[in-house]
């Protein structure tokens, strides 16, 4: 036992905030890859295993007050096992280029954006939010009001109640990212970004196939370009794409 594990168990809280949307069991949904959890693998990743573990049971037994989202900033308060329950923050520095992808998003997935942020989003909308990756590269702080002094089971705890929030609402995307029905107005005098498009690749079994042979090639001596052309062929046959691109090179 720790230092920090002896201060009994937490108070219970009446009402409290529970996830469930995220915690299942002990493990994150495999598929989530959202806002909300980003900001869990975060926590995870900068806490040991029963940290995080303790922190799950607080977000399952709903050991969290309150929480309020507001631009750039989770605040919470965390019933532990002081009479005080601790104050916890996790914040960031949203990037005006990472808010806008956010805008650019709900434009995009949006049938009518002038009606506004919808509070339950469609399948087609969060995957238009998760491809964004808002969280790419911006760093991400948390603090707790507890003795323990670095990421903590209470903040591992807002961590899976605030994805709850996040990863179900893009009302609380769009708040955490600063972004307001105003702004999906104000945006409809520009064109509507066009959707992301898919290039086609190779599947992973012929890129491996065609290392190899290309490696023994280039082992065995010089080969020429026509030579390389000729030994790939064999192996595959390029996607449109790809043989569009040989075609155009072989002109030049």
Aim: charged share 25%; hydrophobic share 40%; glycine share 8%.
């Amino acid at each position: 036992m720790s230092w920090w594990d002896d201060w009994g168990p937490a108070l219970p809280v009446e009402g409290g905030l529970v996830a469930s949307g995220l915690v299942r069991g002990t493990r994150i949904v495999t598929d989530a890859r959202g806002v909300g959890a980003e900001i869990i693998t975060r926590m995870v990743e900068r806490s040991n295993q029963g940290i995080v573990t303790r922190g799950r049971a607080y977000a399952r037994s709903g050991q969290t007050i309150s929480m309020t989202l507001e631009p750039g900033r989770i605040h919470a308060l965390v019933q532990g096992s002081s009479a005080q329950p601790y104050s916890v923050t996790i914040a960031c520095t949203v990037p005006p280029a990472h808010r806008q992808r956010l805008i650019d998003a709900f434009r995009h997935a949006l049938s009518n954006p002038a009606a506004g942020i919808p509070a339950r989003g469609s399948p087609a909308l969060r995957d238009e939010i998760d491809a964004c990756e808002l969280l790419s590269g911006v760093p991400i702080t948390a603090k707790c009001t507890c003795p323990y002094g670095a990421v903590c089971k209470h903040c591992v705890a807002l961590a899976y109640i605030a994805a709850d929030r996040l990863d179900g609402s893009p009302v609380a995307v769009a708040t955490f990212f600063g972004v307001r029905d105003e702004d999906l107005r104000d945006a409809l005098d520009g064109p509507i970004p066009d959707a992301p498009v898919e290039v086609e690749r190779f599947e992973k079994k012929q890129q491996a196939r065609l290392a190899r042979t290309l490696a023994r090639l280039d082992a065995s001596g010089a080969p020429t370009r026509d030579e390389l052309l000729q030994r790939a062929a064999r192996i595959l046959a390029p996607p449109p794409t790809v043989r569009s691109q040989l075609d155009l090179e072989a002109t030049e």
